[in-house]
C-alpha cells in the first residue's frame, strides 16, 4: 500500500533543463585572449632569450680596459649626438579637400620622410602628428585632403612626399613621425 498524504499533491514530471550554451561572443572573446596572451609569452621568450649585451655575459672573453692618465693640456672632446636616419622636412602647404570632406576647418602640411637607415621603414599616415606653436597635438585625419601621404614601405635611401592634415585652424610648429606607431619619434619643423 502506498502512502498518500492528503495535504500534498503529486508534482507533475518536468524534463530537466538543458543546459547553457556558450554565446559566440565569448567564445570569439576567449579566443582572442588566448592569441594576445600567446604573443604576449613569445614577446617575453623571445626578450629573455635575445635581450642584452652578450659580453656583459662572457667576462672572462675580455681583458680589463686600462686607462691611460689624462692629459689636462687638451681639450674633451662632447660625444657627437647620433642623427636620425629618418629625416622629416615639413612645410605649410594649402589645405585641398577631398570627396570626403566634411565642411570643417582643416589644417595641412607638406611632409617628405626620407629613409638613410640601412633597414626599410613603413610609412602611414597614422605614424604621423603634428605639433601647433601653442604647443597642442594634432592627430592625422584621414582621407580629409586629397593629398594625403599614402601608405607604403621606404626602402634605405628612398623618400617620398604627402600631405598630413589636423583638424582645426592653427600654425603648425613641427610634424612627428612615430616608427610603427610605438618606435623612435622623428621631428621635423614646419618652415
Known amino acids: 500500500m502506498s502512502q498518500h498524504n492528503p495535504g500534498q499533491q503529486p508534482q507533475p514530471y518536468q524534463p530537466p ?5 556558450t554565446s559566440a561572443g565569448k567564445k570569439v572573446g576567449i579566443g582572442c585572449l588566448a592569441i594576445v596572451g600567446f604573443f604576449v609569452v613569445i614577446g617575453v621568450i623571445s626578450s629573455v632569450a635575445g635581450g642584452g649585451d652578450d659580453s656583459a655575459d662572457k667576462g672572462t672573453d675580455k681583458k680589463p680596459s686600462v686607462s691611460a692618465p689624462k692629459d689636462d693640456s687638451k681639450p674633451v672632446e662632447k660625444p657627437k649626438e647620433e642623427a636620425s636616419p629618418i629625416t622629416i622636412a615639413a612645410t605649410p602647404t594649402k589645405f585641398t579637400p577631398s570627396v570626403l ?8 602640411v607638406k611632409v617628405t620622410i626620407t629613409n638613410n637607415s640601412e633597414k626599410k621603414i613603413s610609412v602611414n599616415p597614422l605614424y604621423f602628428a603634428i605639433t601647433d606653436k ?6 592625422q585625419e584621414l582621407a580629409a585632403d586629397k593629398n594625403q601621404m599614402d601608405v607604403t614601405d621606404l ?6 612626399t604627402g600631405v598630413i592634415t589636423g583638424k582645426g585652424k592653427f600654425v603648425a610648429a613641427y610634424v612627428t613621425y612615430t616608427d610603427g606607431l610605438i618606435g623612435d619619434s622623428v621631428k621635423g619643423d614646419v618652415k
Open 134 to 139: 601653442t604647443g597642442e597635438k594634432h592627430t
Open 17 to 21: 533543463q538543458e543546459p547553457k550554451k
Open 155 to 160: 626602402a634605405p635611401g628612398e623618400k617620398m
Open 101 to 108: 570632406h566634411d565642411g570643417g576647418e582643416y589644417t595641412s
